[in-house]
């Protein structure tokens, strides 16, 4: 995706800063660990002395000097490990906590961009700054089924709120773990606040974890970015906005929450079907039903989204309310 000179600059802020956050978390975790081991300093004193005794003789080119000191080295790391050791800390306890391990946040191996860099160019493009503070509060670990009622049955299924929430939990749980070999698509639907977007979340939180590209907009959004210039031919939305379309994972939250005309039906249609045909997974939340979804979008879109979409519904209570203790 083509970005501009300042967003290119953004994003290297960002990996400056995490980079920087890295190597304060790595000090401060060396401090404890010398409070806790005071031998521990001397050592890396001693190693780090050395090390600079040995470069000045290899420049002197005194070999036997050398020699000894190499040995001494060795002696000190080996002491370091079993000291590490005796202590109980992890083998990389020293190793700073990278957001993503493949490129020491650096964002490129090799001279060539990480995956994590066209995440980054999706969270600055796309303004996703907002989404990852909500999935710190909304994952996997936070998900409660408690919150579905066994008494509320749904008429159409006859199933409880609860067994229709554990249905789409746990095929949200396998939609992860085996979204590598299978590109799969879900649509959550239901009322306000049963959890679509909350079980979406969890979703795309797992996924950013393993260094998936993942793109969060409401159907509002989404069809705000997608109208902006004025594309004639699908060619040229799809080439101005290469990350909608192929991106690992993209959510449209709220789907028919948007004003709905012939421009967002199309939109709408190229979206579903282009990541189809590219075999990337799509998950749609919305309060519609799908005869709904039949007349409002076109039938071609609704028969993609039929044939090749998991489909959960969600019943109940509004959580958000009973959260705040009022219902
Ligand atoms: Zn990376």
Known sequence: MPITNAQYDEIMRRYDAKQLNNKRSSEKKTKEAYIKVPRLKEIDDAIASTSVASARQLLAGDSSAISELKQKLAAFRQERINLLK??????????PDYTCKDCKDTGFINGKQCHCFKQEVIDVVYSQSNIKKILSKENFSNFSLSYYSEDIIDPTTNLSAHALAEHAY???????????????????FGDTGVGKTFLSNCIAKALLDSGHSVIYFTSFQLFEVLSKGVFSRDSEAIAANKSIFDCDL?????????????????QLFLCVNERLLRQKSTIISTNLGMRQILDTYSERTFSRISNNYSIFKLVGDDIRMKKRGQV
């Open 86 to 95: 005796e202590y109980n800390f992890p083998e990389n306890y020293f190793e």
């Open 170 to 188: 746990e095929n949200s749980i396998d939609f992860v773990k085996n979204f590598e070999s299978s590109a799969s698509n879900i649509l959550f």
């Open 250 to 266: 993209l959510i449209i939250d709220d789907l028919g929450t948007e004003l709905t005309n012939a421009f967002t039906n199309s």
